[in-house]
């Protein structure tokens, strides 16, 4: 991609009320634009980022056999009055009605919906088990919206329901989705850690969080450094063992569920069994904040220069920063000889050609997180070298592009 032909809109100062450092960021690389309390828009530099990482949740989704699909946003009321949730979830729930007068929710999750689905569709345990998922808008009307995509009130999620015929099965699931989902952010490049939870509004029987590290994270998560011991503070509390555990703060990104029969049987979402008798489902619910795991790795990786996004959902992983690309020809020539050259090798670039003053060029880079620069000058070409410098180091190295696209390979 020419960053002539792209759109960035990077900002030299936050806005007053941006109080994390990955709001702070996000808003000055030009990633979101706020558009109104705890709403943003995503723009084409931040889309890059959420797309790769939709890109590694589906394929490790996809690789253990779940189903992708796609549900309304918006949902009668009916479907939450059947499990009793259209008073119980709470103010969150942001309820509308349509011109017929008829109650709608803009909805905060999905359990409902998966069930009508699956109640009609499914009936017997040769179809199960099954495991159906999307990646989509969801709405929770926050009290107090704040840290930018952090806590919005509309955020992109990725939620998966299962289905089972036993307990056994939904077990089996549970485990999947709990390596899966550390296979995901594992690829990601978060430093993370899973804890027992509570089940909270969902509702159901287990459940584990993923946490991203970070010392601004607004969950306080309790473990023992004598064993494999870890939770939130909530499960925490009621623990024999507990002031012998250490704490640290966590941003929550990822939470499994076992739900058992909590939706199955208050909608009659029921199955035959071998012996054609009539049974609930058993189902699990297995969530990931995507666009929070944006804000999540900004705020685990940064520094006083800008983001310091893992390689695989940088909006690029190779700037090339060619100085003096509009006045020199060799500098022009040689520039998109290797720009198309590293694309024809697999690599996402992006090529400043907009004829900037380097410093700007590299601030604006570093700003963005983008993993790896080259720079493209006379006086590279001249010793037959290229500067290469990655984004967590200090100094740069002079090197050949084979050698440089060994080193990325």
Known sequence: MKASNFYISTLKEAPAEAELISHQLMIRAGLVKRLGSGLYSWMPMGLRVLKKIELIIREEMNKVGAIELLMPAIQPSELWKETERWDVFGPQMLKINDRH????????????????????????????????????????????????????????????????????????????????????????GLKFRAVQADNGAIGGDGSHEFHVLADSG????????????????????????????????????????????????????????????SKPMLMGCYGIGVSRIVAAAIEQKNDEKGIIFPSSIAPFRIVLTPIGYDKSDSVNKA?????????????????????????????????????????????TLAEEKLEYKHRSSAESEYLSLNSIINKLK
Not at 171 to 179: G, L, S
């Open 101 to 188: 007068d008829r109650s709608f929710c803009f909805g905060p999750t999905h359990e409902e919906v998966i069930t009508d689905i699956v109640r009609n569709e499914i009936n017997s345990y040769k179809q199960l088990p099954i495991n159906f998922y999307q990646i989509q808008t969801k709405f929770r009307d926050e009290i107090r919206p704040r840290f930018g995509v952090m806590r919005a009130r509309e955020f992109l999620m990725k939620d998966s329901y299962s289905f089972h015929s036993d307990i056994s099965s939904l077990k089996d699931t549970y485990e999947k989705m709990y390596k899966t989902y550390t296979t995901i952010f594992e690829r990601i």
């Open 218 to 277: 607004e969950d306080e998560i309790v473990y023992d450094e004598e064993s494999e011991f870890a939770a939130n503070i909530e499960v925490a509390k009621n623990h024999p063992d507990k002031s012998k555990f250490k704490t640290c703060r966590g941003i929550e990104i990822g939470h499994i569920f076992q739900l058992g029969k909590k939706y199955s049987e208050a909608m009659k979402a029921e199955f035959l069994d071998e012996q054609g008798q």
């Open 335 to 379: 520039t998109n000889d290797i720009y198309i050259h590293l694309i024809e090798s697999g690599f996402d670039v992006l090529l400043d050609d907009r004829g900037l003053r380097p410093g700007v060029m590299f601030s604006e880079s570093e700003l963005l997180g983008i993993p790896h620069r080259i720079t493209v000058s006379e006086k």
